[in-house]
């Protein structure tokens, strides 16, 4: 069963597509908790970090300045960011694709809360 990431990148599913490349895709949040809040995902599925091989070093370096080519398009660069991937249910995953959230667009406190 594809992921929903995997059915947006192969347009099946409407999205606020914002950069797509032979390597990675980029899209909107459709639940944002930041004014820019942005997926970068590789097109292969990967399901977690966990996963990843020698082979996909190169689309996660592209998933990073895939990043910084969308901040400085969001006008976020300068004031700053957040670039954040989560690993497995413990990790805050939701979907079961690897991706990064790219986040900024007001200042975005700690990244985690004491308890």
Do not use: W
């Not at 599925?45 to 020698?54: K, M, S």
């Not at 957040?82 to 995953?93: A, E, H, I, K, P």
């Amino acid at each position: 069963m594809p992921t929903i990431f995997a059915r947006i990148i192969r347009g099946e599913l409407p999205s606020d597509m914002v950069y797509q490349d032979e390597l990675v895709t980029a899209f909107r949040d459709i639940n944002p908790i930041a004014p820019v809040h942005i997926l970068i995902v590789p097109n292969k599925h990967i399901p977690t970090v966990n996963d990843l091989t020698e082979e996909d070093e190169q689309v996660m370096g592209r998933m990073l300045l895939v990043a910084k080519k969308l901040a400085a398009a969001e006008g976020i660069a300068e004031s700053g960011y957040r670039l954040m991937v989560n690993c497995n249910r413990d990790g805050g995953q939701e979907v079961f694709h690897v991706h990064m959230h790219l986040m900024g667009g007001r200042p975005l406190g700690p990244m985690l809360l004491r308890r």
